[in-house]
Every structure is written in C-alpha cells, then in structure tokens.
C-alpha cells in the first residue's frame, strides 16, 4: 500500500475482553514499531520488529501484551484481558530497517484509538 | 546505544517570536536526527531529517534544525512562530542497526 495501514481506526470493548489490533506496514519495509499514546502523554516504545523477530520488546507493559509478526509484513498487538488503563491510540510506524542505506526514518500509521469501558 | 533528551516538555512562545525546541543526543554511531510534528488529534509527520549531508536542514513550514557534533545538539528553531505551529514536536535518533529512539516531547503553545 501507499502508507501505512492501521485497523480498526475505533475500538471500544469492555474491561476484560482481548483485543487485537493490526497494522499493515509499507511494502519493503523491515522495520516495524509499535508505539502508545495515551491522552496528552507522549510516545511510549512498546516493541521493535526486524523481519519478523523482535530484537527489543522492552516495552510491553505487562504479559497481557503480546505482537507477532508474519511474513515480514502485517502485525498484530494483542492485548488480553484488557484494563481501562490501557486506553489509548495505538501507533504502528514502519522504516526500511537499519544499516545500509537505510537512515531509518518511520513512516507513521493513523493509529488505533481504543478505550476500555 | 542511543538516547535522546528533549529540554522542556511544554514551551510557550508570543506568535511572531523565535521558536527554540532543544534536542540532545547520544549515539555510538555516527547519527540519523528527525524532528516529527503531531498536530492536535493527527498522526505524527516528519518535519525534517538529518543524513550527514548538510549539517544545517532545511524543513517545511518554516522549520530548520542545525546538526552540531560538538555539542550533541540538533535543535529546532523557526524565526517567527504561527498560531498554527501549536503542535507536540518529538526529536528521535537512528543509526547503525539500532531501532529508532524518541525523546519524551515538546508541546508548542502559541500565543497570540
């Protein structure tokens, strides 16, 4: 695709329910980064993709977070058994990876908004 | 391993005055510097990068930010700040093979 791709845009589930959300990263991108924001806090680094392996997962708050990715390509974030704290929007940002002539720049996905009720 | 340090996490500047966002670096490699923009309820853009061409870079509106080794420094400053430059303004460092590190954020207040 032309950019990267986030889904659901909204979410809203009940405390307690799993939830899974997707991102679809740029076409060749290696890199993949997933990222939260809660309201009127700044970028909080949950976990790092190259390929497929996660070299740096550092940042899941709790083993109710899990992402995987397949292919090189699309990734999904688990969340199970969701809290209300995990409220917010849910960034995914996608680069051509390190090393090389790579600078890494992301390129940021419109985010998944979710709220817990 | 790399770091990031942005001075101040909320600046307020009088529309038409300097704007001044600090950035400070560490790298064991030789650095790749952003500056992203998020506009209120939007996606984070970038605002401008430095790859070890020109040290002074150029961004779009209005934006420039000054790669300084000595000092570890890549600010970001515009000469005359707009009503619509109100955004938050995060710094990040890449290199080597290492992921993309942020600084913690600046929110911009402009006040008219």
């Known amino acids: 695709g032309a950019g990267v791709s986030q889904s659901p845009s909204n979410k809203v589930t009940e405390k307690g329910k799993d939830v899974e959300l997707r991102c679809d990263p740029i076409s060749g991108h290696t890199a993949l980064y997933w990222y939260r924001q809660s309201l009127g806090q700044g970028l909080e680094f949950l976990i790092y993709?190259?390929?497929?392996?996660?070299?740096?997962k550092s940042g899941l708050p709790s083993d109710r977070f899990s992402a995987e990715r397949t292919g090189g390509s699309v990734s999904t974030l688990t969340i199970q058994r969701t809290q209300q704290e995990d409220s917010a929007v849910y960034l995914c940002?996608?680069?051509?990876?390190?090393?090389?002539?790579?600078?890494?720049?992301?390129?940021f996905g419109e985010g998944s908004r979710l709220t817990v009720l | 391993a790399q770091s990031v340090t942005q001075l101040g996490s909320h600046v307020s500047v009088s529309e038409g005055a300097l704007v001044l966002l600090r950035c400070n670096y560490s790298s064991s490699v030789p650095p790749y510097l952003f500056w992203y923009v998020q506009y209120p309820n939007q996606g984070l853009q970038l605002l401008l990068k430095y790859t070890s061409a020109a040290t002074l870079v150029k961004g779009i509106n209005g934006f420039e930010a000054e790669f300084k080794k000595s000092e570890t420094s890549f600010h970001l400053t515009k000469p005359s700040a707009h009503m619509s430059d109100a955004a938050e303004y995060f710094c990040a460092v890449s290199g080597g093979y290492q992921k993309v590190t942020f600084g913690t954020g600046t929110k911009l207040q402009v006040i008219p």
């Open positions: 940002a996608s680069s051509l990876g390190g090393g090389g002539q790579s600078t890494g720049e992301l390129f």
């Open positions: 993709f190259q390929g497929n392996s996660a070299p740096d």
